[in-house]
């Protein structure tokens, strides 16, 4: 699964970036350049969904497809997919649960809604056979303290939250692939049964510890759509799912700063000034909201007719490079104007802002 991820991202960056962006998407690191990468190739989904992914177990992989010649490199370590990588690729992606995969929507919930649930599982069927103590198979505090403060308050409802998650969980696994369900229930921990670590996942399934995370984390968040669809359904498992929004947008604190002072009506040069900061830092904030707010214009730099010829450009030469954009265009605009319309280049609903 982990190399026809490799091979899709590689298919739809096409010669454009080098390995190295992959990288950076699949261990979610957040910034602009990761988010822009991911929204123009369309390769959200895969955005954060390997956060411990080693550098030098990535490399060793990419290596392997260049010597299966699924792939190939380039001077700049830009890698372009074979045929014999597309075939390969058709059949994995048709075989993979890849398509539960949706990592910039989920990012950082997913993680604290996982380790809610399984301590949560694991504190409730203790406590019901009366075993006070136990290894918290997290060591995350403010996870231990929701748990904590949720089994306080529904102490005297023990029972009928235990008989409710169960039946919840049960009927979403019972819609899932039966081999994904298991693997699910394997990883859980509670009263005298230990979850089995990623390593024992991986030979019991007969596979590698990086599949088996992309497995897993393919069904919470395909889980995460389920309660979504369903919460007013719900009773019992949608607890998890609330509140783990919080600072899930991915905007950074000083692009949020910026964006307050555009608001009050303050331009680059001004926002640069107050703040004690270069006017790129500032453009770099502009072009981070661009991508983060959808009801945010770009009119205020870059006009209608600037925005129809570097479109035009973008397009019809179906490319993301800002050198190759820049000169297409006549070498009229700048790098910050081109950066400003490529952030609405992939997104039809927004192109209304553009008028």
Request: proline fraction near 2%.
């Amino acid at each position: 699964m982990f190399r026809a991820i490799l091979l899709d991202c590689i298919a739809r960056i096409s010669m454009e970036r080098s390995t190295a962006s992959i990288f950076h998407l699949l261990v979610g690191k957040r910034s602009i350049q990761t988010l822009q990468d991911s929204k123009l190739y369309q390769i959200t989904p895969y955005f954060g969904v390997c956060k411990h992914l080693e550098r030098k177990y990535f490399e060793d992989e990419i290596k392997a497809l260049v010597t299966e010649n699924y792939v190939t490199l380039d001077n700049q370590n830009n890698a372009h997919i074979t045929q014999s990588g597309e075939v390969y690729l058709k059949g994995k992606l048709e075989n993979y649960p890849i398509k539960q995969l949706n990592g910039l929507i989920f990012d950082r919930m997913s993680d604290l809604f996982w380790l809610r649930l399984q301590l949560w599982i694991q504190t409730y069927t203790n406590m019901s056979r009366k075993k006070g103590y136990f290894v918290a198979i997290t060591e995350h505090k403010e996870v231990q303290t929701w748990v904590k403060k949720h089994y306080h308050i529904h102490r005297d409802e023990s029972d009928q939250w235990l008989t409710g998650i169960h039946h919840e969980l049960s009927s979403f696994l019972k819609s899932i692939n039966p081999d994904l369900a298991q693997l699910f229930v394997d990883r859980l921990t509670g009263y005298q049964k230990i979850g089995l670590t990623m390593n024992q996942l991986a030979r019991k399934y007969q596979t590698t510890p990086v599949d088996i995370h992309l497995y897993l984390t393919g069904t919470i968040h395909q889980l995460l759509t389920y309660l979504h669809e369903r919460e007013n359904q719900l009773k019992y498992l949608p607890t998890f799912y609330y509140f783990t929004q919080i600072s899930k947008k991915f905007i950074t604190n000083s692009a949020e700063k910026t964006y307050h002072l555009i608001k009050k009506g303050f331009d680059v040069e001004q926002i640069a000034r107050i703040r004690q900061l270069k006017v790129n830092t500032i453009e770099d904030h502009i072009v981070e909201i661009a991508y983060i707010e959808p009801e945010f214009s770009i009119n205020p730099y870059v006009d209608q007719e600037s925005v129809t010829i570097i479109l035009t450009a973008i397009r019809s030469n179906k490319t993301a490079k800002l050198k190759q954009i820049k000169e297409l265009a006549g070498n009229n605009f700048s790098y910050f104007q081109i950066r400003l319309v490529l952030t609405y280049s992939d997104f039809p609903q927004k192109e209304g802002l553009l008028k």
